[in-house]
C-alpha cells in the first residue's frame, strides 16, 4: 500500500492506493481518511467510470448530492450523474472506479444506474451491511483492499459480463482516449452502426458517441490540469479547434477550460488513481 499527503488542496487527507497485486482489470480503488475531523465540499464531476463509494465513518458522514438529490452513507454513481458534490464529516470512505462493462456484471444493474446516484444498500440488498463492517473492522487499508477485491471479483464470477463485442468497444473507446468513430468500431466487432448503438446502450447505460465524448474530455481534463495550452490540448485530444473544447468542457462541467485547469478534483488523480 502506499499512503501520502496530497497536494495543498488536499492536505488535509491521507490517500491509499492498493498494491498493484491487489488490482483487478476495469477496477481501481483509493482510500481517503480526512486528518481533520471538519465538515468538508467537493465537487467531483463526470469521469468515465461508475463510482462506488463507501463510507467508512461510524456516524454515516459522508453526503453526496446531485441534481437536488442527497444521500448520506454508501452510495453507487452512476455514468453522468450531473452537478455531482460530495461532503460532510468525511472520516475514512473507500472509493472504487469500475469500467462500465465491469459495473454492468458488478451490480447487474448498470444501465438503471445511469446518470442517477443511489444508496448501496438499494443496489447490493443486505450485501452491502455485510460489505460495510468488514471493511469498517478491518485493521488497515491493505486488508480493505483485499477485501473490497474479494466481494467485487466474487460479484463478477457470478454474474454474466456484457458481451465480448460491447466490452471490445467500450475498451477500445477508452484505450484510446476518445479517438474513435462509432462507424470504425462496429467495424472492428463485425457488427453495423445501428446493431452497436443498440447493444452498447442496453448494457452499459451509454451511447458510444456519449461513451467517445465523455472518455474524450477526460483526458483533456488532465491535460489542462498537467499544464498544457487550451490550444494544444484541442488538437492532442481531436477536437476541431479550440471552441469545440471550450464547448465540451462546459457542457460536462460547466466551466471554462481555463478554471478545470485548476480544479481541486484533479490535483489528487496522479495520487490517488496511478497509472496502471
Do not use: N
Not at 483492499?145 to 464470477?157: D, N, S
Not at 467517445?212 to 487550451?230: C, P, Y
Not at 481531436?238 to 485547469?261: C, M, N
Amino acid at each position: 500500500m502506499v499512503s501520502t499527503g496530497a497536494r495543498p488542496d488536499w492536505t488535509r487527507m491521507d490517500i491509499a492506493v492498493p498494491r498493484r497485486s491487489e488490482r483487478l482489470p476495469g477496477i481501481s480503488m483509493a482510500g481517503f481518511r480526512q486528518r481533520v475531523p471538519v465538515p468538508v465540499d467537493i465537487a467531483m464531476v463526470a469521469h468515465p467510470s461508475v463510482t462506488l463509494l463507501i463510507d467508512l465513518s461510524e456516524e454515516g458522514g459522508v453526503v453526496c448530492g446531485t441534481r437536488g438529490r442527497h444521500e448520506r452513507g454508501s452510495v453507487v454513481i452512476g455514468l453522468l450523474p450531473g452537478d455531482l458534490r460530495a461532503g460532510g464529516r468525511v472520516g475514512e470512505c473507500l472509493q472504487i472506479r469500475l469500467a462500465p462493462d465491469v459495473a454492468a456484471a458488478v451490480f447487474d444493474a448498470s444501465p438503471d444506474l445511469s446518470g442517477t446516484m443511489a444508496p448501496l444498500a438499494d443496489v447490493w440488498g443486505r450485501d452491502a451491511g455485510r460489505v460495510e463492517d468488514r471493511l469498517r473492522a478491518a485493521a488497515s487499508w491493505d486488508e480493505r483492499f483485499t477485501i473490497a477485491a474479494e466481494v467485487l471479483g466474487r460479484r463478477l464470477r457470478a454474474r454474466a459480463p456484457v458481451e465480448p463485442e460491447v466490452a471490445h468497444a467500450w475498451r477500445r473507446t477508452f484505450t484510446r482516449r476518445g479517438l474513435v468513430k462509432v462507424d470504425s468500431l462496429a467495424g472492428e466487432i463485425g457488427w453495423d452502426r445501428k446493431r452497436l448503438w443498440s447493444r452498447f446502450r442496453s448494457q452499459l447505460g451509454i451511447s458510444p458517441k456519449r461513451a467517445i465524448r465523455l472518455v474524450r474530455f477526460d483526458h483533456a481534463a488532465h491535460l489542462l490540469a498537467a499544464g498544457h495550452a487550451a490550444a494544444g490540448v484541442a488538437a492532442m485530444c481531436g477536437y476541431v479547434d479550440q471552441s469545440h473544447l471550450h464547448r465540451e468542457v462546459k457542457a460536462f462541467t460547466g466551466l471554462t477550460p481555463s478554471i478545470v485547469a485548476v480544479a481541486p478534483w484533479l490535483a489528487i488523480d496522479d495520487v490517488a488513481w496511478p497509472a496502471s
